[in-house]
């Protein structure tokens, strides 16, 4: 059972409410916007959060309007119960559960589109996902109003995406990523491993593996082309299809990279069976 400690809100208005107490306290707020089906990673999320701030608030919100019409929105873990009681272990002191008809009212006509971050990568593959991420997290962020918001480096283009939307934006909060959790074999936390039957889940860690060479590769002065290739052709025979991606990507611009000159991250995206996994890593760290 969650421990009473932690406060649940639904409404805006009390949120913001205690918001403000707590920064009439002089107490900081650090935000950890999640979808709920909270893993070992979601939780190093808000261990960070309470290295950095005095109150800790992790949202849970299944956000529709970042699901393209085949993905899977319908059948994305929920369990509210589970997280709740993680969230209290792991001391946060507030969820935020935001009703989704409250957020999205039936006249609802404002999004934000971040252009030139959004047009390779994920964005190829989702349309209309970013700009599902980038009005949810305004939202969220103008909701909560924290000092501080944190999310996972495991969606590397969406963090990108997000600095870049409260930097234009002049939202007054800072946006820190926070390194990916991984099993010992190397495959990312995420929820959507749950999908994967026992096979899948056998052979999901090449993904990690292939893109740690190729950045061992890059920092080793190789040319980026050669490894893609050899990385591609590593995946499918892994069982991976179809690749999505799997590109060089400069660290901050996520401009194509063709050797490690910069800082760069490897990313992929692919599908084991009817999982979509997607990863990266950086070669040459900023
Ligand atoms: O990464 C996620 O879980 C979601 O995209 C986020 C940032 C909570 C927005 O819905």
């Not at 272990?89 to 957020?103: I, W």
């Not at 002049?170 to 991984?182: C, K, S």
């Not at 090449?206 to 190789?222: D, E, N, P, Q, Y």
């Amino acid at each position: 059972m969650p421990d009473s400690s932690l406060l649940r809100f639904e409404a805006v208005a009390p949120l913001r409410a205690q918001g403000a107490a707590w920064r009439k306290a002089g107490e900081s707020v650090v935000l950890v916007p999640t979808m709920g089906a909270l893993h070992a990673g979601h939780l190093a999320l808000v261990a960070r959060a309470r290295e950095l701030g005095r109150r800790v608030v992790a949202s849970i919100f299944v956000n529709p309007t970042q699901f393209g019409p085949t993905e899977d929105f319908s059948r994305y873990p929920r369990d509210t119960e589970a997280d709740l009681a993680l969230l209290a272990e792991a001391r946060a002191d507030a969820a935020y559960l935001p009703d989704v008809a409250a957020m999205y009212p039936p006249d609802f006509s404002t999004r934000v589109e971040v252009d030139s971050l959004t047009q390779g990568l994920c964005g190829q593959f989702r349309p209309g996902h970013f700009s599902g991420v980038a009005t949810v997290v305004t939202k969220l962020l103008n909701r909560v109003q924290p000092d501080i918001a944190l999310f996972g480096e495991k969606d590397y283009q969406q963090l990108q995406v997000i600095r870049r939307a409260v930097r234009d934006l002049d939202l007054p909060v800072e946006i820190q990523g926070v390194a990916t959790l991984r099993e010992a074999d190397g495959l990312a936390l995420s929820s959507r491993n749950r999908y994967l039957s026992p096979e899948e889940r056998r052979a999901a860690p090449r993904l990690h593996a292939v893109l740690s060479a190729i950045a061992t590769g890059l920092a080793a002065g190789a040319e980026a082309e050669p490894l893609v290739a050899g990385g591609r052709a590593e995946l499918e025979a892994a069982g991976f299809s179809p690749v999505q991606y799997l590109e060089v990507r400069d660290a901050e611009t996520l401009e194509p990279a063709t050797r490690a000159s910069r800082p760069v991250r490897v990313l992929a995206a692919a599908y084991l069976g009817r999982t979509r996994l997607i990863d990266n890593v950086a070669a040459l760290r900023a």
